[in-house]
């Protein structure tokens, strides 16, 4: 099973609006990683909140941490039609989880231009 | 320097038939890590190599798959006597995993398996 779980499975939203998705989980974690995935191939990196963090920015990304209710959310401001592609949140639970990332079901967002 | 590579980036087999995914990690990550991911889905875990420790196969679906990492380094991922529902896209990570590090993957582009 997964440890985390994305809300919603799919966005669709106009060029100019942010865009926010959820990501919960079910055991303690060590830090909390958002990766994005363009075209079904590999995943890229975005940003990293630790557990002893609430809020992170990075660019036009937002992500934020609430560890009293095992979930974090990603948010992109003033989208554009590159955005469009698969988000997913991974949880690194370290050695709890055997020091491996868990994935999310990913959330497809798709920017209009 | 080079990121994850994968090869090769396309495989078409039959049924039945034996597979090998290569893997090259990025030089000096200790950590490697194979993902599988069906049209649509999210990842799924399937094996993890930390240096010389046992890898952890906890992911793997069936006996028909192995791995092995190499010199600490190339990975190659076995799929024996394939079936249809083996076709996904494999996908490997490497990461430094030293101590104080976050556990950053870095991706290959994934080989996409079409098991006919």
């Known amino acids: 099973s997964q440890q985390g779980e994305e809300d919603p499975q799919a966005l669709s939203i106009q060029e100019g609006e942010n865009a926010t998705m959820n990501c919960s989980y079910k055991t303690s974690i060590n830090n909390l990683q958002w990766y994005r995935q363009n075209s079904g191939r590999g995943l890229v990196h975005l940003i990293l909140?630790?557990?002893?963090?609430r809020e992170k920015h990075s660019g036009r990304l937002r992500v934020t941490l609430d560890t009293s209710k095992k979930s974090s959310s990603l948010l992109i401001t003033a989208s554009r039609a590159a955005d469009t592609a698969s988000y997913f949140c991974?949880?690194?639970?370290?050695?709890?989880?055997?020091?491996?990332?868990?994935f999310g079901g990913g959330t497809r967002v798709l920017v209009k231009p | 320097g080079a990121g994850v590579s994968q090869s090769p980036s396309n495989k078409v087999t039959e049924k039945g038939k034996d597979v090998e995914l290569r893997c090259d990690p990025i030089?000096?990550?200790?950590?490697l890590y194979w993902y599988r991911q069906s049209l649509g889905q999210g990842l799924e875990f399937l094996i993890y190599?930390?240096?010389?420790?046992?890898?952890?196969k906890s992911g793997l679906p069936s006996d028909r798959f192995s791995a092995e990492r190499t010199g600490g380094s190339v990975s190659t991922l076995t799929i024996q006597r394939t079936q249809q529902e083996d076709s996904a896209v494999y996908l490997c990570a490497s990461s430094s995993r030293l101590a104080g590090t976050d556990n950053e993957q870095f991706f290959g582009p994934g080989t996409r398996l079409t098991v006919l």
């Open positions: 190599f930390q240096g010389n420790s046992a890898p952890d």
């Open positions: 991974a949880t690194d639970a370290f050695k709890a989880a055997g020091n491996k990332l868990t």
């Open positions: 030089s000096g990550h200790t950590a």
């Open positions: 909140i630790r557990s002893n963090e």
